[in-house]
């Protein structure tokens, strides 16, 4: 700590000692900026010593690789998984009583989400126009577009049919475009309202519950042309958009799930250090979390604005059934582990420890926080050993963030790889078991990812906001509301959803909160290009049912349920008949 830094303490101290001695008044004392800067300053440098205490405190004490012990543990459970009617029989009566018997649920088995999930741009098509994603792939990245996609905007009756009868699932988490919704900053398309209105609707006729997002990965131009979420100010046109949703859909959105964002870190992460999305920049870590932050503090903002507005549609619209809004955000979690190459000597594993641990903090250190404590704090030292997350110094504080959110959502498909500070990707990480590889080479086949995310976000989140919001203490539900795997093998992909749903299995048995699952993706669609990755289509085949994407076909655009897919199938369709 810098003279000057050291004498700024010593005054907020005084001062603060004065403002604590002085008599009280019957109007609130605001506190002078000096002082709550000073308090700010403290808390962040805190915040990152206790980090790196743990750290090191791990080092020491704990296992090494302590992730194995979990990954050991699972695979005496999911052991030689082979699929049957019987053995279907079996996974699906397990799932039944452990949620019986679950006290943290209060829940009905045949309440149970069990579905799929999509995305507006993804899936629609007729998007690309007003698209921000579609001007930087097409303008700034030189890569293809969603295009017509898989047409879901003309073909939804057909899918959601095809969903209902032949996966047999009950939840589908779709996402509303808002540049479909508001092309221009001034224009509020009713049409585009309507048709979103529908495809709930059939949903429901199919029995199959909506979980309707309002933000997933995409803006419109307009908006990112103002500065997108860069700009605090900004937040206020997606809150604009938003309630212009919800006060047109109110009834129908009554019977859904609605979710603020799927995970405000992927769009921030692609956009400002990756470079992968829009607006392409890359290595900036302040503007990353600047956007994180500021998307964190509208989300919060927007869900709190929403419950208001039910509550005066329902006082001035008494003859109107409406159903309070059920409202979650999702989060993304990524775990960061050593890799085995890390572990040769004293040295290279605490080294390790550290990057691990600071990896781990910049992922989502700050958004566990905000969620609890409406605090988002995100600091680290401007020192050469950071490298690439150096000098961040990001705060906002929303004093109603805990009242948010009825549900958490947890996006997770795999971990990643550390030795000492460095990231073990590409042609580095070698790996020995074949099963490990997907077709997204970012992505392993990783289904004990499900335990530690649900495990670190009961702990981080859904316990402490139970403690703080309910009476009785009990957790928020936690819905795992992205998942899966890119693979064209379809043994591969039918191993996966058994050891999926094992691993949900477990966690209920073991009294984690869990009320759903809704893996990614319904349908091969569109899956965001790299340029290590470039293709729009076919390369990452995540979905349930395949899409015949050949425009010469006279199949063109027939969706068809994969063989590896018919283990989810059945296993739905078979608890549900116990329900």
């Known amino acids: 700590m810098t003279l000057k830094n050291s004498f700024l303490s010593i005054k907020s101290l005084y001062l603060t000692g004065i403002i604590a001695l002085s008599p009280t008044t019957s109007r609130p004392f605001e506190l002078p900026q000096q002082v709550k800067n000073a308090r700010v300053y403290t808390q962040q440098r805190t915040q990152f010593a206790k980090v790196m205490a743990m750290a090191l405190a791990k080092h020491f004490w704990q296992q090494h690789l302590p992730h194995t012990i979990i990954e050991k543990r699972l695979a005496q459970i999911y052991g030689d998984i082979i699929s049957t009617p019987e053995s279907i029989q079996v996974d699906a009566a397990a799932l039944y009583d452990a949620i019986i018997k679950n006290t943290e649920l209060h829940i009905a088995p045949e309440q149970f989400l069990l579905g799929a999930s999509s995305s507006a741009y993804q899936i629609e098509g007729g998007l690309d126009a007003t698209s921000a994603a579609a001007r930087f792939y097409r303008d700034n990245a030189g890569l293809p577009t969603a295009e017509d996609s898989i047409d879901f905007y003309h073909r939804y009756k057909t899918d959601i049919e095809q969903l209902a009868q032949e996966l047999h699932i009950n939840a589908y988490r779709i996402s509303i475009a808002w540049n479909r919704i508001q092309p221009q900053k001034d224009v509020f398309d009713m049409e585009a309202i309507t048709f979103y209105k529908d495809v709930i609707l059939t949903l429901l006729a199919h029995g199959i519950k909506p979980m309707v997002v309002f933000h997933h990965y995409d803006v419109p131009q307009w908006f990112e042309d103002l500065g997108g979420f860069e700009l605090q100010e900004n937040g206020k046109y997606f809150q604009e958009f938003c309630l212009k949703v919800y006060t047109e859909l109110a009834e129908e959105l009554g019977h859904c799930l609605i979710s603020m964002c799927n995970a405000p870190e992927g769009p921030a992460f692609k956009g400002y250090f990756t470079g992968e999305g829009t607006p392409g920049e890359k290595n900036n870590l302040q503007k990353t979390h600047t956007v994180i932050a500021n998307m964190y503090y509208e989300l919060v903002d ?15 619209n008494p003859a109107l059934a409406l159903q309070q809004p059920s409202i979650g955000t999702q989060i993304n979690i990524v775990f960061i582990d050593p890799h085995d190459s890390s572990q040769e000597n004293w040295k290279s594993k605490l080294k390790t420890n550290l990057g691990c641990a600071m990896g781990s903090y910049v992922q989502s250190g700050g958004t566990f926080d905000f969620l609890v404590n409406g605090v988002y704090s995100m600091y680290t030292p401007n020192a050469d050993f950071m490298k690439a997350a150096k000098g961040v110094n990001v705060y906002r504080q929303h004093e109603g963030a805990h009242k948010a959110f009825d549900w958490i959502g947890v996006n997770v498909y795999s971990n990643r790889f550390m030795n000492g500070f460095e ?49 009785n ?5 936690i819905i795992v509301t992205e998942n899966g795997i890119a693979t064209r093998d379809d043994a591969k992909r039918t191993r996966y959803f058994q050891r999926a749903i094992a691993t949900i299995t477990q966690l209920i048995t073991e009294g984690y909160p869990v009320i759903g699952y809704l893996p990614w993706t319904s349908h091969d669609n569109y899956e965001w290009p790299t340029h ?9 085949n995540y979905g349930f049912f395949a899409v015949n994407f050949d425009k010469n076909s006279p199949d063109y655009m027939k969706r068809t349920l994969k063989d590896g897919s018919r283990y989810y199938a059945n296993f739905n369709e078979t608890f549900f008949t116990i329900t």
Do not use: W
């Open 423 to 471: 990231q073990i990707t590409g042609d580095k990480l070698i790996e020995t078991d074949e099963e490990r590889y997907t077709d997204n080479p970012n992505y392993r086949n990783y289904p004990e990812g499900i335990y530690r995310a649900v495990q670190i976000i009961a702990e981080k989140v859904a316990l402490p906001l139970g403690k703080k919001r309910n009476k």
């Open 532 to 540: 290590d990755n470039p293709q729009g289509f076919n390369s990452k």
């Open 302 to 316: 927007t869900a709190l604005a929403i419950k208001k507005q039910y509550h005066q549609l329902k006082k001035n």
């Open 473 to 477: 203490g009990n957790p928020l539900p």
